[in-house]
């Protein structure tokens, strides 16, 4: 058998996909039997989740602001990168609603999983409506100095 670092490495899955695997384990346990290959699939996912932190992340921490001291830059991202995992964690690493099969019966209240995943994803739809809105402006305000 030939085996080496470079070929055990594709398959050593992050924190992202080790989180999605636990969050579909917990959230929707008969959708999590169904994936063929967990460990190929949820360490896929964590590659796509970590490129979309890392895409996100410059999104949000924007441009160096004039007079910016090193710990304030060093806050900025830092603060941008959490709020990008926290996007990504709602948004590809957790089931969705739709994804679920163990609905709860209309007649129940919902569990305070789904109100609080529920509130997760509207505060992430407002954070980026806010963030495209100040990207607008950044925008207009670089159009103007032109």
Known sequence: ??????????????????FAQNAWKTMSPSQYELIVDPEAWFTSLGKEAENSVDDLQVQIAGHDT??????????RLNNAKMQ?????????LTPQPGELLEEEPEDEEPSSMSVAL?????????????????????????????
Request: aromatic fraction near 10%; avoid cysteine; glycine fraction near 4%.
């Open 1 to 18: 058998m030939n085996f080496s670092f470079q070929n055990h490495r594709r398959f050593v899955m992050n924190s992202y996909g080790k």
């Open 66 to 75: 004039p007079g910016e001291t090193y710990l304030e830059k060093v806050g």
């Open 84 to 92: 990008a995992e926290e996007i990504v964690r709602a948004e590809m």
């Open 118 to 146: 529920e509130y997760m994803k509207e505060v992430n739809r407002q954070h980026r409506d806010d963030l495209e809105d100040l990207q607008q402006e950044e925008l207009e305000r670089e159009m103007k100095l032109l």
